[in-house]
């Protein structure tokens, strides 16, 4: 995606694209991949990396929203592809927000 084609999306809800929330499991990986036994968790894809990547150059700030139990950290899977420094602090964990999918 082109930074042309994201602010025209973008304008038609009142303006430029400037942050992304993303998911990890089924957005940035696949169920058709193997759980890495380094990180123990499936590896973001080619497609999610090569994406994520195009979303950072032009300069969309990029978080990350998971569903986790305790003592899982999706830190060591974005740091194998990568992909770490994009998403800085802004990584977000289910278990230590106290929250679930199912929370209000």
Known sequence: ???????WHARRYGGPITHV????????TSNADPIDLMTGMRPVTDEANTAVWALGDV?????LVSETGPG???????QAA???ALFGDRVYLSHELGLTKASP
Do not use: F, I, K, N
């Not at 995606?1 to 602010?7: G, L, P, W």
């Not at 929330?21 to 940035?28: I, K, N």
């Not at 300069?59 to 978080?63: E, F, K, N, S």
């Open 21 to 28: 929330a993303l998911d990890y499991g089924l957005t940035l």
């Open 59 to 63: 300069g969309v700030t990029l978080a």
């Open 1 to 7: 995606m082109t930074a042309h084609r994201a602010q």
């Open 82 to 84: 990568g992909l770490d």
């Open 72 to 78: 899982l950290d999706r830190s060591p899977a974005l």
